[in-house]
T-cell receptor, first 115, second 112 residues
Framework: DAGVIQSPRHEVTEMGQEVTLRCKPI?????LFWYRQTMMRGLELLIY????????DSGMPEDRFSAKMPNASFSTLKIQPSEPRDSAVYFC?????????????FGPGTRLTVL | GENVEQHPSTLSVQEGDSAVIKCTYS??????FPWYKQELGKRPQLIID?????GEKKDQRIAVTLNKTAKHFSLHITETQPEDSAVYFC???????????FGPGTRLSVLP
Protein backbone atom coordinates (compact mmCIF):
# COMPACT_ATOMS: atom_id res chain seq x y z
CA ASP A 1 0.00 0.00 0.00
CA ALA A 2 1.21 3.52 -0.78
CA GLY A 3 0.19 4.81 2.61
CA VAL A 4 -2.01 7.81 3.22
CA ILE A 5 -1.94 10.16 0.26
CA GLN A 6 -2.55 13.87 0.53
CA SER A 7 -2.76 16.55 -2.12
CA PRO A 8 -1.59 19.11 -2.76
CA ARG A 9 1.66 18.98 -0.80
CA HIS A 10 1.95 22.75 -0.83
CA GLU A 11 -0.71 25.38 -1.35
CA VAL A 12 -0.25 29.13 -1.47
CA THR A 13 -3.37 31.22 -1.79
CA GLU A 14 -4.65 34.67 -1.08
CA MET A 15 -6.95 35.63 1.74
CA GLY A 16 -10.58 35.09 0.85
CA GLN A 17 -9.97 32.25 -1.58
CA GLU A 18 -11.41 28.77 -1.18
CA VAL A 19 -8.96 26.01 -0.36
CA THR A 20 -9.63 22.29 -0.72
CA LEU A 21 -7.30 19.70 0.75
CA ARG A 22 -7.60 16.06 -0.26
CA CYS A 23 -6.84 12.77 1.40
CA LYS A 24 -6.86 9.13 0.40
CA PRO A 25 -6.64 6.82 3.42
CA ILE A 26 -5.03 3.42 3.51
CA UNK A 27 -7.32 0.84 1.98
CA UNK A 28 -9.29 -1.07 4.62
CA UNK A 29 -8.91 1.55 7.32
CA UNK A 30 -12.17 2.59 8.94
CA UNK A 31 -11.08 5.77 10.72
CA LEU A 32 -9.91 9.00 9.15
CA PHE A 33 -8.59 12.02 11.02
CA TRP A 34 -7.80 15.59 10.00
CA TYR A 35 -5.19 17.49 12.04
CA ARG A 36 -3.76 20.98 11.90
CA GLN A 37 -0.23 21.66 13.11
CA THR A 38 1.24 25.04 13.99
CA MET A 39 4.11 26.09 16.19
CA MET A 40 1.77 27.93 18.53
CA ARG A 41 -1.00 25.36 18.91
CA GLY A 42 0.80 22.09 18.24
CA LEU A 43 -1.09 19.16 16.72
CA GLU A 44 -4.84 19.78 16.86
CA LEU A 45 -7.50 17.24 15.93
CA LEU A 46 -10.06 18.98 13.70
CA ILE A 47 -12.48 16.18 12.89
CA TYR A 48 -12.59 12.43 12.53
CA UNK A 49 -14.73 9.98 10.60
CA UNK A 50 -15.66 6.37 11.26
CA UNK A 51 -16.88 4.41 8.24
CA UNK A 52 -17.29 7.70 6.34
CA UNK A 53 -19.50 9.24 9.04
CA UNK A 54 -18.26 12.32 10.94
CA UNK A 55 -18.04 11.39 14.61
CA UNK A 56 -16.54 14.42 16.29
CA ASP A 57 -16.07 17.81 14.66
CA SER A 58 -15.63 19.77 17.88
CA GLY A 59 -12.10 20.68 16.84
CA MET A 60 -13.19 22.47 13.68
CA PRO A 61 -12.28 26.08 14.45
CA GLU A 62 -15.25 27.79 12.82
CA ASP A 63 -17.86 27.57 10.12
CA ARG A 64 -15.32 28.44 7.45
CA PHE A 65 -14.01 24.89 7.81
CA SER A 66 -15.92 21.88 6.49
CA ALA A 67 -14.96 18.26 5.85
CA LYS A 68 -16.55 15.48 3.89
CA MET A 69 -15.94 11.82 3.29
CA PRO A 70 -18.12 10.73 0.37
CA ASN A 71 -16.64 7.23 0.29
CA ALA A 72 -14.12 5.04 2.06
CA SER A 73 -11.23 6.12 -0.13
CA PHE A 74 -11.55 9.89 -0.23
CA SER A 75 -11.97 12.84 2.09
CA THR A 76 -11.75 16.61 1.69
CA LEU A 77 -11.15 19.49 4.06
CA LYS A 78 -12.37 22.80 2.74
CA ILE A 79 -11.70 26.30 4.01
CA GLN A 80 -13.91 29.05 2.63
CA PRO A 81 -13.00 31.86 2.84
CA SER A 82 -9.37 31.35 3.85
CA GLU A 83 -7.56 33.70 6.24
CA PRO A 84 -3.85 34.20 7.00
CA ARG A 85 -4.29 32.58 10.44
CA ASP A 86 -5.25 29.35 8.66
CA SER A 87 -1.65 28.97 7.53
CA ALA A 88 -0.45 25.64 8.91
CA VAL A 89 0.42 22.09 7.98
CA TYR A 90 -2.69 19.96 7.63
CA PHE A 91 -2.30 16.24 8.18
CA CYS A 92 -4.68 13.47 7.33
CA UNK A 93 -4.33 10.16 9.17
CA UNK A 94 -6.12 6.83 8.99
CA UNK A 95 -6.35 3.80 11.23
CA UNK A 96 -8.07 0.47 11.56
CA UNK A 97 -9.97 -0.08 14.77
CA UNK A 98 -10.01 -3.84 14.52
CA UNK A 99 -9.68 -5.27 17.99
CA UNK A 100 -9.16 -1.86 19.50
CA UNK A 101 -7.69 1.54 18.83
CA UNK A 102 -4.29 1.38 17.24
CA UNK A 103 -1.71 3.20 15.20
CA UNK A 104 -2.69 6.22 13.20
CA UNK A 105 -0.85 6.41 9.91
CA PHE A 106 -0.21 9.98 8.86
CA GLY A 107 -0.01 11.34 5.36
CA PRO A 108 2.84 13.65 4.31
CA GLY A 109 0.77 16.74 5.08
CA THR A 110 -0.28 19.80 3.11
CA ARG A 111 1.57 23.00 3.90
CA LEU A 112 -0.96 25.82 3.48
CA THR A 113 0.10 29.43 3.25
CA VAL A 114 -2.59 32.10 3.11
CA LEU A 115 -1.26 35.52 2.11
CA GLY B 1 -12.93 15.65 27.48
CA GLU B 2 -9.37 14.40 27.70
CA ASN B 3 -6.49 16.75 28.49
CA VAL B 4 -2.88 15.65 27.99
CA GLU B 5 0.06 17.55 29.41
CA GLN B 6 3.66 16.86 28.46
CA HIS B 7 7.00 17.84 30.05
CA PRO B 8 9.54 19.09 29.34
CA SER B 9 8.79 21.11 26.23
CA THR B 10 12.46 20.99 25.22
CA LEU B 11 15.18 18.59 26.25
CA SER B 12 18.87 18.49 25.37
CA VAL B 13 21.04 15.50 26.20
CA GLN B 14 24.53 14.36 25.32
CA GLU B 15 24.84 11.48 22.94
CA GLY B 16 24.79 8.23 24.89
CA ASP B 17 22.81 9.64 27.80
CA SER B 18 19.19 8.76 28.57
CA ALA B 19 16.16 10.94 27.90
CA VAL B 20 12.86 10.86 29.76
CA ILE B 21 9.64 12.57 28.70
CA LYS B 22 6.60 12.59 30.96
CA CYS B 23 2.90 12.95 30.21
CA THR B 24 -0.21 13.20 32.34
CA TYR B 25 -3.81 12.69 31.28
CA SER B 26 -7.13 13.55 32.85
CA UNK B 27 -9.72 11.04 31.61
CA UNK B 28 -9.73 7.83 33.65
CA UNK B 29 -11.48 6.11 30.72
CA UNK B 30 -8.35 6.45 28.57
CA UNK B 31 -6.59 3.14 28.14
CA UNK B 32 -4.40 3.53 25.05
CA PHE B 33 -1.21 5.63 25.17
CA PRO B 34 0.90 5.95 22.03
CA TRP B 35 4.09 7.90 21.43
CA TYR B 36 4.84 9.52 18.08
CA LYS B 37 8.12 10.86 16.74
CA GLN B 38 8.16 13.70 14.23
CA GLU B 39 11.42 14.59 12.51
CA LEU B 40 11.81 18.04 11.06
CA GLY B 41 9.58 18.53 8.03
CA LYS B 42 8.16 15.03 8.21
CA ARG B 43 5.00 13.35 9.40
CA PRO B 44 4.45 11.97 12.91
CA GLN B 45 5.16 8.25 13.16
CA LEU B 46 4.32 5.80 15.92
CA ILE B 47 7.35 4.55 17.83
CA ILE B 48 5.74 2.69 20.72
CA ASP B 49 2.38 2.35 22.44
CA UNK B 50 1.04 0.88 25.63
CA UNK B 51 -2.39 -0.24 26.77
CA UNK B 52 -3.71 -0.04 30.27
CA UNK B 53 -3.41 -3.73 30.98
CA UNK B 54 0.40 -3.48 31.22
CA GLY B 55 2.66 -1.22 33.21
CA GLU B 56 5.74 -1.23 30.99
CA LYS B 57 6.73 -2.02 27.42
CA LYS B 58 10.16 -2.05 25.82
CA ASP B 59 11.40 -2.01 22.26
CA GLN B 60 15.18 -1.96 21.98
CA ARG B 61 16.34 1.45 23.27
CA ILE B 62 12.89 2.83 23.97
CA ALA B 63 10.48 1.99 26.77
CA VAL B 64 7.22 3.34 28.05
CA THR B 65 5.86 3.09 31.58
CA LEU B 66 2.29 3.67 32.69
CA ASN B 67 0.86 4.50 36.10
CA LYS B 68 -2.92 4.40 35.77
CA THR B 69 -3.52 5.34 39.38
CA ALA B 70 -1.56 8.56 39.01
CA LYS B 71 -2.65 9.03 35.40
CA HIS B 72 0.81 9.47 34.02
CA PHE B 73 3.04 7.71 31.52
CA SER B 74 6.61 8.24 30.42
CA LEU B 75 8.89 7.60 27.48
CA HIS B 76 12.45 6.49 28.17
CA ILE B 77 15.15 6.53 25.51
CA THR B 78 18.49 4.99 26.46
CA GLU B 79 21.86 5.39 24.73
CA THR B 80 20.57 8.35 22.76
CA GLN B 81 21.90 8.96 19.26
CA PRO B 82 21.80 12.09 17.07
CA GLU B 83 19.07 10.52 14.94
CA ASP B 84 16.83 10.49 18.02
CA SER B 85 16.63 14.28 17.70
CA ALA B 86 12.99 15.09 16.89
CA VAL B 87 9.73 16.23 18.43
CA TYR B 88 8.02 13.54 20.47
CA PHE B 89 4.27 13.55 21.10
CA CYS B 90 2.39 11.50 23.64
CA UNK B 91 -1.33 10.86 23.26
CA UNK B 92 -4.22 9.27 25.10
CA UNK B 93 -7.43 7.64 23.93
CA UNK B 94 -10.03 5.14 24.95
CA UNK B 95 -10.15 1.76 23.29
CA UNK B 96 -12.49 2.97 20.59
CA UNK B 97 -10.31 5.83 19.44
CA UNK B 98 -12.57 8.39 21.02
CA UNK B 99 -11.18 11.43 22.79
CA UNK B 100 -7.83 10.89 21.01
CA UNK B 101 -5.75 13.79 22.28
CA PHE B 102 -2.09 14.59 21.63
CA GLY B 103 0.19 16.29 24.11
CA PRO B 104 1.93 19.54 23.07
CA GLY B 105 5.20 17.81 22.20
CA THR B 106 8.79 17.69 23.45
CA ARG B 107 11.67 18.81 21.25
CA LEU B 108 14.57 16.49 21.95
CA SER B 109 18.07 17.45 20.87
CA VAL B 110 20.86 14.90 21.14
CA LEU B 111 24.20 16.66 21.13
CA PRO B 112 27.16 14.80 19.62
Amino acid sequence: DAGVIQSPRHEVTEMGQEVTLRCKPISGHDYLFWYRQTMMRGLELLIYFNNNVPIDDSGMPEDRFSAKMPNASFSTLKIQPSEPRDSAVYFCASSFLGRGVGEQFFGPGTRLTVL
Amino acid sequence: GENVEQHPSTLSVQEGDSAVIKCTYSDSASNYFPWYKQELGKRPQLIIDIRSNVGEKKDQRIAVTLNKTAKHFSLHITETQPEDSAVYFCAASNNYGQNFVFGPGTRLSVLP
